[in-house]
């Protein structure tokens, strides 16, 4: 399953291919954890126990396995304490399991699905930490749609900030890797074997920015973070819209309708 949803910065999808079709989060809800986070009013800059034993939702208590996680510094931290702007940074750029849990431990669900409500989503929910099996088990799931994550990306207009920090990610392959070298794009990834997605908001200098969500449900998602068969499609799908990006402000018809050019 490839979902693409294409859309114009502060406007409608011009483009729609299963928009609404719904996919394992992966790393695609640290946005929404950020963004919960950042509006919590949290003092970014006080220093945090760096800890790896969380409450699960579903009672009792998880910790994240090091072997899964794409970023090793907040690791080197354990026992210790750092920044929570940093733990924050370091769940954006490099990706870190570790530190997403540590900031939703701060921010807390009910931010983080207050965050996806603000934003307009419809299908999309991150009510889990990051490796809470015991709640997966049970039926709890990270889901998300391209059309949420476009909405997602939106309702970060006011906030410049989290937009800028998106655009530091360290993993430049899928959406980055389908445009010109240079191209500036505030964008997240997320992988699990069998699932790769990304969004992103590109920034041509010859036209008028756009966003861009596509995830992908399927064999060729390896779960590796840069070697990914599944990234080089995602690539694919990028180049192709950029090839056709001074269409995107200027597309008309019907909000949402599908398309398959």
């Known amino acids: 399953m490839v979902s693409v949803v294409v859309a114009p910065w502060g406007g409608e999808p011009v483009l729609v291919r299963a928009g609404d079709e719904l996919h394992d989060a992966a790393s695609t809800m640290k946005v929404a954890v950020l963004a919960a986070l950042y509006r919590s009013g949290a003092d970014l800059d006080a220093e945090v126990p760096v800890v790896n034993r969380f409450e699960s939702v579903a009672g009792g208590e998880f910790a994240n396995d090091p072997g899964w996680d794409s970023d090793p510094q907040p690791w080197a931290l354990l026992g210790g304490t750092a920044p929570l702007r940093t733990l924050a940074e370091r769940m954006i750029t490099h990706s870190s399991n570790l530190a997403t849990n540590l900031c939703l431990a701060r921010a807390g669900h009910e931010a983080v699905a207050d965050v996806w409500r603000r934003a307009g989503a419809t299908g999309s929910a991150s009510p889990r930490g990051i490796e809470d099996y015991a709640a997966r088990d049970a039926g709890v799931h990270n889901r998300v749609s391209a059309r949420d994550l476009v909405r997602l990306l939106q309702s970060l207009a006011d906030e410049p900030e989290l937009l800028a920090l998106l655009e530091r990610n360290a993993f430049r392959v899928d959406l ?86």
């Open 176 to 261: 980055a890797a389908g445009l010109p070298p240079g191209t500036r794009i505030a964008f997240k990834n997320g992988w699990v074997p069998g699932a790769r997605h990304s969004v992103g908001l590109v920034s041509p200098e010859d036209c008028p920015p756009y966003l861009l969500a596509v995830c992908y449900t399927g064999p060729l998602a390896s779960g590796e973070d840069e070697a990914d068969p599944a990234a080089r499609l995602l690539a694919r799908v990028s180049a192709a819209v950029w090839e056709r990006r001074h269409d995107i402000a200027t597309a008309s018809g019907p909000s949402g309708a599908a398309s398959s050019s």
